[in-house]
């Protein structure tokens, strides 16, 4: 099977093509770059030379409908939504890793992103990829929309003890940290090594487009109005995302309890991995990997459950989830070319 990739030449493109260079089922097909058309790819990125030889495209959904079995759009807010409509009414299965079709209300992601929303015929067909939780639903899919990192790292680490009705929904707080490429390839100032390095940035305090997305989750899958505290900072790494979560529980339950609610829940789930009592994972243990590691731990002094979730933000909070729900999609193990050890050290 043939897979396009649109926008190619932002970070969450290439770990496409490294995942994609590696699965047996899928390969590099077309890459669209419509700013650099023409060019190869090995001339914008020299570590794929002599892997993938092919110039960047323009946009054309004919011929990439013609040559392509699957298109994965790796584009900024704002430009998906304008061009996967062109490719699903060419029958191909589209995974969106923008933000342009995770919300359903159109408003909302007006609000949030401040661009204009996708078709509400679109935002209607989308289904949300959150690969543990909405399998099912993934299956039958034509059109979905891939879970932002944040949300992705955030919302596994919620729900399985937000579900069971054990936390108060309005104590939630979020402290979550991610590594420089969660911000793009694009240079601002606040990516610039001299801002970046030995400095950790806090940003959109009580602004972040995540923030509907998550909340969005957890209703959906408590049936409860839930506004959380989301916080997120710029730490001096590459990739990476740590979320500290905070809640306070309405009764007490151990830690002990806690793991085995979460080792329950996700014991069918392999890209999830829970750790014992007295073990935190850290963004190491995740990094080039399609895991979401978990630690647990209850304060019997407070009654308060901290909950700390780690991914890798180009791999788990991106290209690797997305291609997680391509294998779902076509009915492969969900694992297919995504078996890689983490990168350590």
Same mark, same amino acid.
């Given at each position: 099977m043939k897979a396009a990739i649109i926008g190619g030449t932002g970070y969450g493109s290439i770990e496409l093509v490294r995942l994609l260079n590696k699965h047996p089922y899928m390969e590099v097909g077309s890459v669209v770059s419509?700013?650099?058309?023409?060019?190869?790819?090995?001339?914008?990125?020299p570590h794929l030379s002599n892997i993938i030889v092919q110039p960047l495209e323009t946009f054309n959904a004919d011929r990439l409908s013609e040559e392509n079995d699957i298109v994965f759009f790796a584009t900024p807010s704002g430009v998906s939504s304008k061009l996967v409509p062109k490719m699903i009414e060419k /029958? +191909?299965?589209?995974?969106?890793?923008?933000?342009?079709?995770r919300l359903r209300n159109a408003e909302e992601y007006e609000s949030w992103y401040k661009?204009?929303?996708?078709?509400g015929k679109y935002l209607k067909q989308a289904?949300?990829?959150l690969s543990e939780i909405y399998s099912e639903e993934i299956k039958t899919a034509s059109l979905l929309a891939n879970p932002g990192c944040y949300p992705t790292a955030t919302t596994l680490g919620l729900i399985p003890i937000v579900k069971k009705g054990f936390v108060d929904e309005k104590s939630i707080?979020?402290?979550a940290k991610s590594g420089v490429t969660g911000a793009g390839r694009g240079l601002t100032l606040t990516s610039h090594y001299a801002e970046i390095n030995d400095n950790v940035r806090a940003y959109k305090l009580g602004a972040h487009q995540h923030i509907p997305e998550i909340e969005q989750v957890l209703?959906?899958?408590? /049936? +409860?109005?839930?506004?959380?505290?989301f916080s997120t900072h710029l730490v001096p790494m590459s990739r990476g995302i740590m979320c500290s979560m905070y809640m306070n529980l309405k009764d007490y339950i151990s830690t002990e309890d806690v793991i085995e609610i979460y080792n329950q829940f996700y014991e069918k789930h392999p890209f999830v991995r829970v750790r014992p009592v007295g073990n935190v994972p850290t963004t190491k243990e995740v990094l080039g990997s399609?895991?979401?590691?978990i630690g647990l731990h209850v304060d019997p002094r407070t009654n308060r459950l901290t909950v700390i979730s780690v991914i890798d933000n180009l791999v788990k909070g991106a290209a690797g989830q997305a291609i997680q729900n391509a294998n779902i999609m076509n009915g492969w193990d969900e694992r297919t070319g995504l078996t890689d050890i983490p990168l350590y050290p």
């Open positions: 419509n700013s650099q058309a023409g060019i190869s790819f090995s001339d914008v990125y /029958g +191909k299965k589209c995974i969106d890793l923008s933000g342009d079709f661009h204009s929303p996708a078709d289904i949300y990829g707080i979020i402290d209703q959906d899958e408590t /049936g +409860k109005e839930i506004a959380i505290t399609n895991y979401c590691d």
